[in-house]
């Protein structure tokens, strides 16, 4: 399931990739993620909780950060497990930084696919869940920007 979109940050696209590839800051931006350590260069795991439908989910995942390209492209695969549900996530994001007027678009892909009882709660229950966390993730990163200019 692919989830495609854009943001639009006044900021130079050099401070937008320096932040998105900090994965600190990155985590911040992304609801229900915790205990972030760094595994090593560029590989992290954490715990992120949320809750789908009316399922409680807690997962443990690792996210290794695959392409980095200064100031234009950051490409991340992550995979997770469910604590107490049989099933496997795994998504690939990306993001293709273009600096335009002063502004930076943020063009973002994000490719999920879900196995084992996670798979079984439904496309549709599993994009409006994507299409939420997309809309807070979009959310705390502006605001964590407008935070950074002043």
Same mark, same amino acid.
């Given at each position: 399931?692919?989830?495609?979109?854009?943001?639009?940050?006044?900021?130079?696209?050099?401070?937008?990739?320096?932040?998105?590839?900090?994965?600190?800051?990155?985590?911040?931006?992304?609801?229900?993620?915790? @205990? !972030?350590? &760094? +595994?090593?260069?560029?590989?992290?795991?954490?715990?992120?909780?949320?809750?789908?439908?009316?399922? /409680? *989910?807690?997962?443990?995942?690792?996210?290794?950060?695959?392409?980095?390209?200064?100031?234009?492209?950051?490409?991340?695969?992550?995979?997770?497990?469910?604590?107490?549900?049989?099933?496997?996530?795994?998504?690939?994001?990306?993001? @293709? !930084?273009? &600096? +335009?007027?002063?502004?930076?678009?943020?063009?973002?892909?994000?490719?999920?696919?879900?196995?084992? /009882? *996670?798979?079984?709660?439904?496309?549709?229950?599993?994009?409006?869940?994507?299409?939420?966390?997309?809309?807070?993730?979009?959310?705390?990163?502006?605001?964590?920007?407008?935070?950074?200019?002043?």
């Amino acid at each position: 399931m692919k989830v495609e979109g854009q943001i639009d940050l006044r900021l130079p696209a050099a401070k937008v990739f320096s932040k998105l590839s900090d994965a600190r800051f990155f985590a911040t931006c992304i609801e229900g993620v915790s @205990n !972030l350590v &760094e +595994k090593a260069p560029n590989v992290y795991s954490a715990t992120l909780e949320t809750k789908v439908a009316y399922i /409680k *989910l807690k997962f443990e995942i690792s996210v290794e950060i695959t392409e980095s390209i200064e100031p234009t492209r950051i490409v991340a695969r992550s995979e997770g497990t469910p604590i107490g549900m049989v099933g496997r996530l795994v998504s690939t994001s990306s993001a @293709n !930084l273009t &600096e +335009k007027d002063g502004h930076t678009l943020v063009d973002y892909e994000i490719d999920v696919s879900l196995t084992g /009882k *996670l798979g079984s709660l439904g496309q549709p229950v599993i994009r409006s869940k994507i299409k939420e966390m997309e809309s807070q993730f979009t959310k705390h990163l502006k605001q964590a920007f407008n935070l950074d200019e002043e």
